[in-house]
C-alpha cells in the first residue's frame, strides 16, 4: 500500500519554506508531515499551500480530548482540500474516542494513534502514572492492540518498538516511525534511533524523517541518497 515509505516532516512556521521544500522533494518521497509548529502558525490555509504541491499530507496534529470533541475536530480537518492522507490522535484518550475518531474519519483519511511518546523514557511514564510493572513496550503495545480493535489504522511507535507492536496487532497494522538517522547524520534530540534501512528491516511501514533532510544543504539530494539506500525506485 505505501510505496514509498519516506515522510519528511516539515517543521517550520513558514508556509513559503515548507511549499518549496514540499515540491522539491515531492520526487524523493511519499508524503510531507505538517505538525503543531506549521498548523498553528500558518492554519488552513498554510495548509492548503502546501498540500496543492501535490505530495499527500501527514497532518500531525495529535488529537487528545473527549470523543465528541475529537470527532468534530477530525470532521473540521476532513474539510481541509486536499484532504489530509493520514492523521493522527493519541491512543491514550481510551476506546470511546478512537472509536468516535475512527467513525468520524470513517476511511477517509489513515488514523494513526500515538500510544507512548518516543520522548519518554519507563521511568517518565511511571512518573506520570502508569503502571510501574509494564514498560513503555508493553503499554504501547497494549495500546496498539487496542487502536486496532477500535479501527485505526495503525500506530507511531520507535524503531526497536515494531516487532513487539506488530506481534500485539497484525501484520498489516501501520507502524509509523520517527527517529530515524542515515549512519553518518547526527543524532540531535531524537534517543532511540535507527537508519532507514534498519527500521524497515524491523517492519517499519513508515518513516518520519526531518531534520537529515530538511536540514541538509541539498535537501533534495539528501531525499534522492535516503530513497536509494532503500532501493526504491519511484517515489510515491
Ligand atoms: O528532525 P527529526 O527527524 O527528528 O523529526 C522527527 C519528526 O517526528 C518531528 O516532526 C517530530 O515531532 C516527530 N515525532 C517524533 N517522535 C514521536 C512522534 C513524532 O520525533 N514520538
Redesign the pocket.
Known sequence: MIKNPICV?L?TPDVARATALARSLRPHVGYG?L?M?FFYAAGPQGYEAVAREGLPIFL?LKLHDIPNTVAFGLRSLMRLEPRPAIINIHATGGADMMRAAAEAIDGRALLIG?TI???LADADIHQAGFAENLSGREHASALAALARDCGLDGV???APDVRAVKSATARDFLTVV????PADAAT???KRIATPRAALDEGADML????????AADPAEAARAIAASLELSHAS
Not at 208 to 215: A, E, K, S
Open positions: 516532516a517543521d508531515k505538525g509548529e500531525d500515538v511518546l518516543t520522548s507511531v511507535c520507535s520517527p527517529g530515524i538517522r540531535q534530540d531524537q518520519v524523517i526531518g531534520r537529515p533532510i530538511t536540514g
